[in-house]
């Protein structure tokens, strides 16, 4: 699959959303990283389980309960595999990312004592800055931040001065969602590691990207989204180690997380049980189970090799673009193009396209401190997945060229 390959249009059948027209133009989709679309697999699997199969997991001796339980616990097992984690114990079903670190927050956070230090980047999402924030004002707990260099790369000799005695966690994206900018993340587990300081892996960004295998990173944590990764909305996974799930306190209370209850105290169900209260989302595991066997079959280098060649192909486009300020041009990038032109806001930009049938997002998307190291209030940017092909690149230069047209006229 190259980025002229015909298999990308086969490969765009699998998406029924980009067969149409927006304001009567092809659909070119670029933002992905926001959320991306899904393959028809994954709407059949999530009808196919209403129609058939539906009913409450782990309560019922009933037929269906029965199937419903295996369809979400076969979706865990998928999760597994698909991150290469030692057990499906490991999987906790969440609703995103964002879940996904307030559970570690939460839970993590108990153990978090006057004087100590979480370590994050200046690289993160707001949803792996905010959570460690609360924590830190909560416990009198110390945030440090990695810096990050003109080309938006975190800097590993910074990072390495950061780690001290009192750091309790190290929490860091593996793709940055506002550049791109792919993290060191083996480096930077590795020197957490030499002090034993437990490391959390935002991968968001990652996942759809490419193959991930967390017992290879080594990382303690590892959290990510369905949506980003052509599954439903609303369903996400927190990876922790067993060692660690078994020692955490458990981050919500209620059915299905307890072994017995009594006035006098409640004992706690096995794992992955313990982490998941109340009725889960069935549906959603089950859509993301479908997704992982579509991305599977495809294969993850094959997705990553046509990306990056997309990516590189984009990249020089772009960069003829009279006026283009490229945000974000770090050696190791993937599927994001985050970019300025002179004179034009983006919301503007991203207005002008939207007649033309380019969907791009505009802002500061959800990274605040990366706007404000680069001294702007937000980029333009355009995201890549599986299915976007040179037609798309062609289509959003061209579009560029019209709001270049009628804003510098
Ligand atoms: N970034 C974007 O447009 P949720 O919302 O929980 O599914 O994911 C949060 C999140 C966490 N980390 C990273 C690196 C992310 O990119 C995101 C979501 C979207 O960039 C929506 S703000």
């Given at each position: 699959?190259?980025?002229?390959?015909?298999?990308?249009?086969?490969?765009?059948?699998?998406?029924?959303?980009?067969?149409?027209?927006?304001?009567?133009?092809?659909?070119?989709?670029?933002?992905?990283?926001?959320?991306?679309?899904?393959?028809?697999?994954?709407?059949?699997a999530?009808?196919h389980?209403?129609?058939?199969?539906?009913?409450?997991?782990?309560?019922?001796?009933?037929?269906?309960?029965?199937?419903?339980?295996?369809?979400?616990?076969?979706?865990r097992?998928?999760?597994?595999?698909?991150?290469?984690?030692?057990?499906?114990?490991?999987?906790?079903?969440?609703r995103?990312?964002?879940?996904?670190?307030?559970?570690?927050?939460?839970?993590f956070?108990?153990?978090?004592?006057?004087?100590?230090?979480?370590?994050?980047?200046?690289?993160?999402h707001?949803?792996?800055?905010?959570?460690?924030?609360?924590?830190?004002?909560?416990?009198d707990?110390?945030?440090?931040?990695?810096?990050?260099n003109?080309?938006?790369?975190?800097?590993?000799?910074?990072?390495?001065?950061?780690?001290?005695?009192?750091?309790r966690?190290?929490?860091?994206?593996?793709?940055?969602?506002?550049?791109?900018?792919?993290?060191?993340?083996e480096?930077?587990?590795?020197?957490?590691k030499?002090?034993?300081?437990?490391?959390?892996?935002?991968?968001?960004?990652?996942?759809?990207?490419q193959?991930?295998?967390?017992?290879?990173?080594?990382?303690?944590?590892y959290?990510?989204?369905?949506?980003?990764?052509?599954g439903?909305?609303?369903?996400?996974?927190?990876?922790?180690?067993?060692?660690?799930?078994e020692?955490?306190?458990?981050?919500?209370?209620?059915?299905?997380?307890?072994?017995?209850?009594?006035?006098?105290?409640?004992?706690?169900?096995?794992?992955?049980?313990?982490?998941?209260?109340?009725?889960?989302?069935?549906?959603?595991?089950?859509?993301?189970?479908?997704?992982?066997?579509?991305?599977?079959?495809?294969g993850?280098?094959?997705?990553?090799?046509?990306?990056?060649?997309?990516?590189?192909?984009?990249?020089?486009?772009?960069s003829?673009?009279?006026?283009?300020?490229?945000?974000?041009t770090?050696?190791?990038?993937?599927?994001?193009?985050?970019?300025?032109?002179?004179?034009?806001?983006?919301?503007?930009?991203g207005?002008?396209?939207?007649?033309?049938?380019?969907?791009?997002r505009?802002?500061?998307?959800?990274?605040?401190?990366v706007?404000?190291?680069?001294?702007?209030?937000?980029?333009?940017?355009?995201?890549?997945?599986?299915?976007?092909?040179?037609?798309?690149?062609?289509?959003?230069?061209?579009?560029?060229?019209?709001?270049?047209?009628?804003?510098?006229?």
């Amino acid at each position: 699959m190259t980025a002229t390959d015909p298999d990308i249009e086969k490969l765009r059948l699998d998406f029924p959303i980009l067969a149409q027209e927006i304001n009567g133009h092809r659909l070119a989709f670029l933002d992905s990283a926001a959320s991306s679309q899904r393959p028809r697999s994954v709407i059949e699997a999530v009808s196919h389980y209403y129609e058939h199969d539906h009913a409450n997991v782990h309560r019922g001796v009933h037929t269906l309960s029965h199937r419903a339980t295996e369809a979400y616990e076969g979706a865990r097992e998928k999760v597994r595999r698909f991150i290469n984690a030692s057990s499906s114990r490991e999987i906790i079903f969440t609703r995103g990312t964002t879940d996904a670190i307030n559970l570690l927050a939460a839970s993590f956070g108990q153990s978090i004592e006057p004087g100590d230090e979480i370590i994050i980047s200046h690289l993160e999402h707001h949803s792996n800055i905010v959570p460690w924030q609360m924590l830190c004002e909560r416990n009198d707990a110390t945030l440090k931040v990695i810096p990050i260099n003109e080309r938006g790369e975190i800097i590993l000799d910074e990072y390495h001065q950061l780690l001290g005695p009192r750091t309790r966690l190290v929490a860091v994206s593996h793709v940055s969602n506002a550049l791109g900018t792919v993290n060191p993340v083996e480096q930077i587990i590795a020197a957490a590691k030499e002090r034993n300081i437990p490391v959390l892996i935002d991968g968001a960004q990652a996942v759809p990207h490419q193959a991930v295998d967390v017992t290879a990173l080594n990382c303690d944590f590892y959290a990510f989204s369905g949506h980003k990764m052509f599954g439903p909305t609303g369903i996400g996974v927190f990876y922790a180690r067993e060692e660690w799930l078994e020692r955490l306190p458990p981050y919500q209370g209620g059915g299905d997380m307890i072994l017995t209850v009594s006035f006098a105290g409640t004992t706690y169900n096995d794992l992955p049980y313990k982490f998941e209260a109340g009725t889960p989302n069935i549906a959603g595991a089950i859509g993301l189970g479908a997704a992982i066997d579509y991305l599977l079959d495809i294969g993850m280098d094959k997705i990553q090799a046509h990306e990056t060649a997309l990516l590189d192909y984009a990249t020089r486009e772009i960069s003829t673009v009279d006026g283009i300020q490229l945000i974000g041009t770090a050696a190791q990038k993937a599927g994001v193009l985050s970019f300025n032109l002179d004179g034009i806001h983006p919301h503007d930009l991203g207005t002008v396209l939207d007649h033309q049938g380019i969907a791009i997002r505009t802002g500061h998307h959800c990274a605040m401190p990366v706007m404000e190291f680069f001294g702007i209030a937000g980029t333009a940017r355009a995201s890549l997945a599986l299915y976007n092909c040179r037609q798309d690149i062609e289509q959003l230069i061209h579009g560029l060229q019209l709001a270049i047209g009628m804003f510098r006229s």
